[in-house]
C-alpha cells in the first residue's frame, strides 16, 4: 500500500517563500504520476502543480513561475518549493500519487493522498 506524509506547511508572510515534502512509502512505480494539490474549505481541490512519470511538471497558472515541483527518487520524496507566496496561496496542502503515465485530470483518478499540510501566507 502506497502511504505519503506531508510535511512543511506553515505560517509565512507575502512574499516569503516555504518547501513542502512529502516523503512516499510503498511502491510507487516509474510509471506513477505525482502532483500537489490544495484545497479551501468548502471549495474543491485544485490541482496546484503535477509531475508525469517521465518528468514533465505542468502547473496552475496563478503559480507558474512562482512554484516548482520536483521529485527525489533515490529519497521517495516529493517537493513542492513555493516561493513569492501571495494571500491566495493560503490552503490545505495535498500530495497525490496516481498510477498513470500522465498526471490525471480527474480527481477521482488519484488514488493515494496524504493528509494534508497546511500553508497560510498573512500580510
Known amino acids: 500500500e502506497v502511504k505519503l506524509v506531508e510535511s512543511g506547511g506553515g505560517s509565512v508572510q507575502a512574499g516569503g517563500s516555504l518547501r513542502l515534502s512529502c516523503a512516499a512509502s510503498?511502491?510507487?512505480?516509474?510509471?506513477?504520476?505525482v502532483g500537489w494539490f490544495r484545497q479551501l474549505a468548502g471549495k474543491e481541490r485544485e490541482l496546484v502543480a503535477g509531475?508525469?512519470?517521465?518528468?514533465?511538471?505542468t502547473y496552475e497558472d496563478s503559480v507558474k513561475g512562482r512554484f516548482t515541483i520536483s521529485k527525489d527518487d533515490a529519497k521517495n520524496t516529493l517537493y513542492l518549493q513555493m516561493n513569492s507566496l501571495k494571500l491566495e496561496d493560503t490552503a490545505m496542502y495535498y500530495c497525490?500519487?496516481?498510477?498513470?503515465?500522465?498526471?490525471?485530470?480527474?480527481?477521482?483518478?488519484?488514488?493515494?493522498w496524504g493528509q494534508g499540510t497546511p500553508v497560510t501566507v498573512s500580510s
Open positions: 497525490a500519487a496516481a498510477g498513470f503515465f500522465r498526471v490525471p485530470d480527474r480527481l477521482e483518478r488519484w488514488p493515494y
Open positions: 510503498g511502491y510507487i512505480g516509474s510509471s506513477y504520476s
Open positions: 509531475l508525469d512519470s517521465d518528468g514533465t511538471a
